[in-house]
């Protein structure tokens, strides 16, 4: 079957949609994915290339894109995306749909982090002790019932447990406490049925996480966790390196150390003699004590700082006292749990624990020094909490060695790859060569009638001046006004959006909906549905919010998103390139902020029909000599700086 005959007019996506728009960009996606997975009518060269880079902009319909030529290949491909969201979005819908148009089984397969999924060991020795969590939560009863039915046992099905339920953590299928091939329940175990699955599977959608949480096991010969494959589809690609840079470095928890000790006192009341309890509970809390001694050193305000320069205020001396005495105390403990396998097939994880805990200690603590140009370490204090972490600086060697040496094709795909119409950052930063292959679709969607860009003009004043604030909240009120609600405003900051919330709730009559009263899910479905509320969120907000249609009219950003500079793994990127020759702040920091804006910006328009105002409360736009590169990264908009314009805006829709 050709992809003409798919995407074109005509076509089977014609028959089976009535408003069909035929995308000139979306075949010319698909065939260079069915190109580099090798439909040779599909190459316009020789030679289908390797690794292949496509930006598809809001409206290409890329999903559908890469997966038609993924099935018609027969290769076995695994589509990785950033959220689970969309790779939900991609099994409940886009792959359904392309079955039915293609008349053909996809034969695919949704998996996801171990975590996701419930451990029937930890489950059945749960409720045969139910001391060990509350015997009357009703979540317990519901479960059971779900055990009786479910196929996958994923907790995504659970949609009566709450998204931080501390039941879900004592029965949630964690690498940490996997008893391999020792465990009782290893026929029913949903983890084995799904990776026999698997091997079957033409089609695996996983996310980055899981991706890469397999590269790093494979890496490392303890194992897998995907069966072999041919290709891979990243979506969401522009999330690639922050996520590697999690998976090939190490992690050492405090709260991750707390949580073992528990796991043992209670196992060992479960299954141990009394004498032999006796015995181990001394060597528990020495360890409990000298984990107290560790996080004393690691004094003053909460936040995430390089490890170097708090070894060097508290003396080499002392840190290596202190964690030589923390790691003498897991040793022993190990070293007491090695002698209990025979009362279980449990302690021999609860022995793994222990061991990667120590290694991973040593490797941060000891062994990986500030002259290592390839890592920096870092440590996170929290309110009750310490962890300890090393990140690669640079995460381009990292995808050679293991994922482009190792697989036939690469695709990496997203709405936001450039920056000012140049890939040179990605480039860079995931370490693509010139054999590469790279295009850019722009959206088929009528900006330049369908919206309005507003920055404010010359009196507005810079994000870190004075009186910024209030005029913030003051130019915002009055644009809620003309929009009559009907806006999503993403900030920069947590304090930001807490500080605005307030404000607008005392000084607009619409419902202000804010991040954190309740969950994603619910507050994006209360945004659609009264349409003219107000939703102020940070952070995910920025991506993932596909609400087509009148009740996301406005995007309101409150400033340019550049990173703290302070953050000790941007820091140390920052000291690496400057130390290269290069400008750090125009070669990654301005090319981060600009991918970061322009996710946010593409809040507004999802669909054809959509229309709405974009504003952008940051006159770095106009002021400073990187405005423009920000600028020409945008949508084609009409720009303005009157409040006039953005109500004839309004006004011309209302008389449409």
């Known amino acids: 079957m050709e992809?003409?005959?798919?995407?074109?007019?005509?076509?089977?996506?014609?028959?089976?949609?009535?408003?069909?728009?035929?995308?000139?960009?979306?075949?010319?996606?698909?065939?260079?994915?069915?190109?580099?997975?090798?439909?040779?009518?599909?190459?316009?060269?020789?030679?289908?290339?390797?690794?292949?880079?496509?930006?598809?902009?809001?409206?290409i319909g890329k999903t559908l894109a890469y997966l038609v030529p993924a099935l018609l290949s027969g290769k076995k491909v695994v589509i990785s995306t950033a959220t689970l969201?969309?790779?939900?979005?991609?099994?409940?819908?886009?792959?359904?749909?392309?079955?039915?148009?293609?008349?053909?089984?996809?034969?695919?397969?949704?998996?996801?982090?171990?975590?996701?999924?419930?451990?029937?060991?930890?489950?059945?020795?749960?409720?045969?002790?139910?001391?060990?969590?509350?015997?009357?939560?009703?979540?317990?009863?519901?479960?059971?019932?779900?055990?009786?039915?479910?196929?996958?046992?994923?907790?995504?099905?659970?949609?009566?447990?709450?998204?931080?339920?501390?039941?879900?953590?004592?029965?949630?299928?964690?690498?940490?406490?996997?008893?391999?091939?020792?465990?009782?329940?290893?026929?029913?175990?949903?983890?084995?049925?799904?990776?026999?699955?698997?091997?079957?599977?033409?089609?695996l959608i996983v996310n980055h996480h899981l991706f890469f949480s397999d590269l790093a096991l494979k890496n490392s010969g303890y194992g897998d966790l995907l069966p072999g494959y041919q290709a891979v589809i990243f979506d969401e690609a522009h999330h690639v390196e922050n996520v590697v840079s999690t998976f090939f470095g190490k992690r050492f928890s405090h709260f991750q150390l707390i949580d073992l000790v528990a796991d043992i006192e209670h196992q060992a009341q479960q299954q141990l003699n009394p004498d032999v309890v006796?015995?181990?509970?001394?060597?528990?809390?020495?360890?409990?004590?000298?984990?107290?001694?560790?996080?004393?050193?690691?004094?003053?305000?909460?936040?995430?700082?390089?490890?170097?320069?708090?070894?060097?205020?508290?003396?080499?001396?002392?840190?290596?006292?202190?964690?030589?005495?923390?790691?003498?105390?897991?040793?022993?403990?190990?070293?007491?749990?090695?002698?209990?396998?025979?009362?279980?097939?449990?302690?021999a994880g609860l022995v793994k624990r222990a061991e990667e805990l120590e290694q991973n200690l040593r490797h941060i603590a000891l062994e990986v020094g500030p002259e290592d140009a390839s890592f920096v370490r870092w440590y996170e204090k929290r309110?009750?909490?310490?962890?300890?972490?090393?990140?690669?600086?640079?995460?381009?060697?990292?995808?050679?060695?293991?994922?482009?040496?190792?697989?036939?094709?690469?695709?990496?795909?997203?709405?936001?790859?450039?920056?000012?119409?140049?890939?040179?950052?990605?480039?860079?930063?995931?370490?693509?060569?010139?054999?590469?292959?790279?295009?850019?679709?722009?959206?088929?969607?009528?900006?330049?009638?369908?919206?309005?860009?507003?920055?404010?003009?010359?009196?507005?004043?810079?994000?870190?001046?004075?009186?910024?604030?209030?005029?913030?909240?003051?130019?915002?009120?009055?644009?809620?006004?003309?929009?009559?609600?009907?806006?999503?405003?993403?900030?920069?900051?947590?304090?930001?959006?807490?500080?605005?919330?307030?404000?607008?709730?005392s000084n607009i009559e619409y419902t202000v909906l804010v991040q954190g009263e309740q969950s994603k899910k619910s507050l994006l479905a209360r945004f659609r549905k009264e349409k003219e509320s107000?939703?102020?969120?940070?952070?995910?907000?920025?991506?993932?919010v596909d609400i087509a249609g009148e009740s996301l009219s406005c995007v309101i950003i409150d400033k340019l998103p550049f990173e703290v500079p302070s953050d000790p793994v941007l820091k140390a990127r920052i000291e690496q390139i400057k130390s290269s020759g290069r400008n750090p702040f125009f070669t990654f920091q301005v090319p981060r902020a600009v991918l970061s804006l322009r996710q946010g910006v593409g809040r507004l328009m999802r669909a054809a029909s959509d229309r709405g105002v974009i504003a952008i409360m940051d006159v770095r736009l106009r002021r400073k000599s990187y405005g423009s590169t920000f600028l020409k990264s945008l949508p084609p908009s009409p720009v303005t700086e009157k409040m006039e314009d953005i109500e004839t805006f309004f006004d011309g829709a209302t008389n449409q």
Not at 119 to 126: M, P
Not at 134 to 141: A, F, I, K, W, Y
Not at 534 to 544: N, P, Q, R
């Open 278 to 347: 006796d015995e181990l509970l001394p060597s528990l809390s020495g360890l409990r004590v000298r984990a107290e001694q560790f996080t004393s050193v690691f004094e003053g305000a909460t936040g995430r700082f390089p490890l170097d320069g708090l070894i060097d205020r508290v003396t080499a001396d002392v840190w290596r006292e202190n964690v030589e005495l923390l790691l003498t105390g897991i040793a022993r403990v190990g070293d007491k749990l090695g002698r209990y396998t025979q009362y279980g097939e449990s302690w």
């Open 85 to 203: 969201n969309l790779q939900d979005q991609i099994v409940d819908k886009d792959l359904p749909l392309v079955e039915t148009l293609l008349e053909r089984s996809a034969k695919a397969l949704c998996m996801k982090g171990r975590e996701n999924y419930i451990c029937l060991y930890r489950w059945f020795q749960l409720r045969a002790t139910p001391q060990l969590f509350l015997s009357d939560d009703p979540d317990l009863e519901k479960i059971d019932r779900w055990l009786e039915k479910t196929t996958t046992g994923d907790r995504a099905e659970l949609e009566f447990l709450n998204e931080y339920s501390p039941l879900w953590s004592r029965i949630s299928a964690r690498s940490t406490h996997c008893l391999g091939g020792d465990c009782p329940e290893l026929s029913s175990c949903f983890i084995t049925r799904l990776r026999k699955k698997a091997g079957a599977a033409q089609m």
């Open 3 to 59: 992809l003409e005959d798919i995407f074109l007019k005509g076509g089977l996506l014609a028959n089976h949609f009535s408003r069909f728009e035929e995308r000139q960009g979306q075949l010319a996606m698909a065939r260079m994915v069915g190109c580099a997975l090798g439909r040779e009518e599909a190459c316009d060269e020789n030679q289908p290339p390797h690794l292949v880079v496509i930006e598809a902009e809001t409206g």
């Open 383 to 505: 309110e009750k909490a310490v962890v300890l972490s090393t990140t690669p600086l640079e995460v381009a060697p990292v995808l050679h060695e293991v994922l482009y040496s190792n697989v036939e094709t690469c695709i990496l795909t997203s709405a936001t790859l450039s920056t000012g119409g140049s890939f040179s950052y990605m480039k860079d930063r995931l370490g693509l060569d010139e054999q590469t292959r790279f295009a850019q679709f722009s959206s088929p969607f009528d900006y330049a009638h369908h919206s309005l860009l507003y920055i404010p003009g010359a009196g507005f004043p810079l994000p870190n001046e004075e009186n910024y604030r209030s005029m913030l909240a003051l130019t915002i009120t009055e644009i809620l006004r003309l929009t009559r609600g009907r806006a999503l405003i993403l900030c920069t900051s947590f304090k930001a959006m807490d500080e605005l919330a307030d404000v607008l709730r």
């Open 534 to 544: 107000v939703l102020v969120a940070v952070a995910s907000f920025w991506e993932g």
